[in-house]
């Protein structure tokens, strides 16, 4: 079973849990707010971990939250990491992102340019003498709507939004339904995530 399979069969889990949490009576947000960033990444984090741990992989998986990338001016601490997960085998670099408005959407692209430039190179630099992993990069954000989820793997536009061109490289794009759409007051709410080869990204 390759990456892309593991996150899946991990993301469908961690989806199922997201759903029957919101479905126990507490209320996550106020008003018309959408749900915090901390909290969709949590399960996403939770996913890669599960997809990079036994039985899904041959060793446990190791994870890193903020984790501070040195910058280029002076060795000043400027970039940071969401996540950082790794087995002996591979290493996931992850951002996300709620994905409310389209902006975020280039938001997560301007984040894909940050991992291919000084990121990429202090990953690379902190990897030699160590395991030869190979390197991902993980993005993940959330929509309301099954057409915008469809916009996500599509690429193509729809109703304003549509995928920033970077985005359009990822090695898989997926998304999964978190709960569907069932009429007033339920506009249905998805998972967006992108994989990018490492290796490639940052050559």
């Known amino acids: 079973m390759d990456l892309k399979q593991r996150l899946r069969k991990a993301l469908t889990i961690t989806t199922r849990e997201f759903k029957i949490a919101l479905d126990q009576g507490f209320e996550p947000t ?71 408005a389209p902006s975020h959407w280039d938001a997560l692209a301007r984040n894909l340019k940050r991992l291919r430039g000084p990121i990429a190179k202090e990953i690379r630099k902190k990897s030699k003498g160590g395991p030869q992993r190979r390197p991902f990069i993980f993005l993940g954000s959330d929509c309301w709507y099954p057409e915008k989820a469809k916009v996500w793997t599509s690429g193509m536009q729809s109703g304003g939004w549509s995928l920033p061109k970077p985005m359009l490289a990822a090695h898989h794009r997926d998304y999964l339904c978190v709960y569907p759409d069932k009429g007033k007051g339920y506009d249905g709410y998805y998972f967006t995530w992108a994989v990018f080869d490492f290796d490639e990204m940052s050559a």
């Open 30 to 100: 106020t008003g018309n707010k959408v749900y915090p960033e901390r909290m969709v990444s949590y399960y996403y984090i939770r996913a890669i971990a599960m997809a990079l741990s036994p039985p899904m992989a041959l060793s446990p998986a190791n994870v890193f939250l903020e984790l501070p990338a040195t910058g280029t001016r002076g060795g000043k601490q400027d970039n940071h990491i969401d996540a950082l997960v790794f087995n002996h085998d591979v290493v996931v670099v992850a951002e996300f992102k709620v994905g409310w």
